[in-house]
C-alpha cells in the first residue's frame, strides 16, 4: 500500500428522513460501485437518519443509537469488507443527550469519535443536539486527517490547522443548495488558510416537508485551493488522489504556517 498516496470516494447520498433501512441500502449499493482502489469514503452528515430540520427533540430522540447500535455496527462490517475507512456521522444517543457525533470507521475494527462543536441554531440543532469540544485528529494509513461537520467549517479558529497537525481535513454535512456558493468557497478558503486537502461530503435529494434543496455538490480542494475532485460518467460518485509528497513540498516552499497566530481555544 502506498502511503504517499490517499485515495478519497465521496458519496452524497440521497438521504431519506427517518428511514434507515432504506438509507442503509443505498450505502451498501454505492459500495458496490465503489472503485476498487479506495482508502477513506465519505458519506453525508447524518447518512442513516437525515438531519432534523425543524424537528422537535421527541420526534428525534427514538432516532438515536449508541455505540454499538446498528449504525456503527453495519459500518464496521463494511469496512472490513472493503477495507477502508468510512467517515460521517449519525445520531447518537447517551443516557438523556443527543448528539450529532461524527465517526471514523478503520477496517481493524477502531471507530473513533467527536461531536458537531457547532450546532445549526436557525434549524433548531441546538435544541436537539448536545454540542462537542473535542475535534477528531487521527492517523489513517500514514496520513494525518482532521474531520469537522458541516457547520463547523464557518468557524476558522475551530478548523485551524497548528503546526501542521492534519494533511486532510474532512467535512461531512447536510448544506441546502440556496447556500451552495457558500459551502464550496468556505471549503476552498479552509484549504488555502490550512494549507492542507479539503473533502467536502454534502447530500442531494428534496425536503418537502421544509422546502429545502441538496444539489450533493461535493468537492476536494488541493492545499492551494484547486479543485481536484472528478466524478465517473454513470456514477454520482466523487473521487481525488491526494499525494503527500506534493503536499509537503509546497510546505516546505511556502512555509506559512510557521507565522500562524497563536491561541488557545477556551
Not at 485515495?7 to 438521504?15: D, T
Request: aromatic share 12%; net charge neutral.
Amino acid at each position: 500500500m502506498d502511503s504517499q498516496k490517499l485515495n478519497i470516494c465521496i458519496c452524497p447520498l440521497k438521504i431519506n428522513w427517518n428511514q434507515k433501512k432504506d438509507n442503509f441500502i443505498k450505502l451498501t449499493e454505492a459500495l458496490s460501485e465503489m472503485h476498487p482502489d479506495t482508502d477513506l469514503f465519505i458519506l453525508p452528515e447524518t447518512f442513516s437518519t437525515g438531519f432534523p430540520v425543524g424537528k422537535s427533540l421527541e420526534e428525534v430522540t427514538d432516532l438515536g443509537e449508541n455505540e454499538n447500535g446498528e449504525t456503527i455496527s453495519l459500518l464496521k462490517s463494511l469496512s472490513l469488507k472493503y477495507n477502508i475507512a468510512i467517515a460521517g456521522t449519525f445520531i447518537a444517543k447517551s443516557e438523556d443527550s443527543l448528539f450529532n457525533r461524527a465517526f471514523f470507521v478503520e477496517p481493524s475494527g477502531d471507530v473513533y469519535y467527536s461531536d458537531k462543536a457547532h450546532l445549526f441554531r436557525i434549524g433548531g440543532e441546538d435544541k436537539i443536539f448536545t454540542s462537542g469540544n473535542k475535534r477528531m485528529n487521527i492517523r489513517f494509513r500514514g496520513w494525518s486527517i482532521s474531520l469537522v461537520v458541516c457547520y463547523d467549517i464557518r468557524f476558522p479558529v475551530w478548523c485551524r490547522n497548528k503546526n501542521n497537525e492534519y494533511e486532510v481535513l474532512v467535512v461531512v454535512s447536510n448544506w441546502p443548495e440556496v447556500r451552495d456558493n457558500v459551502w464550496k468557497t468556505l471549503l476552498c478558503a479552509r484549504a488555502i488558510e490550512n494549507l492542507s486537502y479539503v473533502c467536502g461530503a454534502n447530500c442531494e435529494g428534496f425536503d418537502a416537508a421544509n422546502q429545502l434543496r441538496y444539489s450533493g455538490g461535493s468537492f476536494v480542494f488541493d492545499f492551494k485551493g484547486k479543485e481536484i475532485s472528478t466524478r465517473i460518467q454513470g456514477s454520482n460518485l466523487v473521487y481525488a488522489s491526494l499525494n503527500k509528497k506534493k503536499i509537503e513540498e509546497f510546505r516546505e516552499k511556502f512555509p506559512a504556517w510557521k507565522d500562524s497566530d497563536n491561541f488557545k481555544l477556551i
